[in-house]
């Protein structure tokens, strides 16, 4: 018998780069997956793969989100869907863009979390969630006003939730990674002149891989994190660590 035996883990954002990535570990663990995000298209082809169960919904809709997870019997869940907004300066942030990262990054996550753990409860076997935060929650990076401030939003649902949730043997935390060459993240931290500095200045010195990050995901979903609830654990090669 493994950790995940019997156990249903919702994925959201399971059609991106980290998220398709945590899916594939999961099942491979033994975990029963559904795997959610919006292209149908993209559901299915990860379906195709791996076997995991699909629900296609939308993050900034609490309808959405509700009609999509009443009724089912999840045991966790992985907070991975997310929105990378604008590259600007609190000076010039365009304040559109800011309310629709944080309806993603922060409402959304709560909005899953909020009927997920009403499934939890219900369900009484404890559980566990894992929310996909970020180094820009951790530290101040230039350019990261509207997605530094939705992580850190997330970091905070992520102790409130651990607080309230702990009482049911529920464990809620956060992962906060660097930066991962998905298609969120190359239009700015591919620009050599961005990543030479940046790279300089962390310890290990090179981006991480998706699966780099999927597998402390799924160890803080695992009973070998038993007694951890409440971190924001950095996946970030030592950077925020200077
Ligand atoms: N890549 C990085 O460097 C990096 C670093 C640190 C943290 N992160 C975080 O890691 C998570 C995954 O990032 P990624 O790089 O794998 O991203 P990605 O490849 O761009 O995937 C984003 C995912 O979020 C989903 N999504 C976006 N808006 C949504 C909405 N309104 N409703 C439902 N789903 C929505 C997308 O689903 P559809 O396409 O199906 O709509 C997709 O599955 C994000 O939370 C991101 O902030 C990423």
Not at 55 to 78: H, K, N
Not at 224 to 241: E, Q, R
Request: glycine residues 12%.
């Amino acid at each position: 018998m493994t950790d995940f035996d019997g156990r249903t883990v919702l994925v959201t954002g399971a059609t991106g780069g980290i998220g398709g990535t945590t899916v594939r570990q999961l099942v491979a663990a033994g975990a029963d997956v559904i795997a959610t995000g919006r292209s149908v298209e993209g559901l299915e082809a990860l379906s195709a793969e791996t076997g995991a169960r699909t629900l296609a919904f939308d993050l900034t809709s609490e309808d959405s989100v509700r009609s999509a997870l009443e009724g089912l019997d999840l045991w966790g869940v992985v907070n991975c869907g997310g929105f990378g907004g604008e590259i600007a300066t609190p000076m010039e942030t365009d304040i559109a863009v800011f309310d629709k990262v944080i309806s993603i990054n922060a409402r959304g996550a709560l909005l899953v979390t909020k009927y997920a753990s009403a499934s939890m409860i219900r369900l009484g076997q404890g559980g566990a969630i894992v929310n996909v935060s970020s180094q820009a929650s951790l530290v101040a990076l230039s350019g990261h006003i509207s997605y530094g401030s939705s992580k850190a939003a997330l970091d905070n649902i992520t102790r409130v939730s651990a607080l309230e949730l702990g009482r049911y043997g529920i464990r809620v935390n956060s992962v906060n990674p660097t930066v991962v060459m998905t298609e969120m993240s190359a239009f700015y931290w591919g620009r050599p002149e961005i990543q030479g500095p940046f790279l300089e200045q962390m310890p290990l010195g090179r981006w991480a891989t998706e699966d780099e990050i999927a597998a402390p995901i799924v160890f803080l979903l695992s009973d070998g994190a038993s007694m951890i609830s409440g971190v924001s654990l950095p996946i970030d090669g030592g950077y925020t660590a200077r």
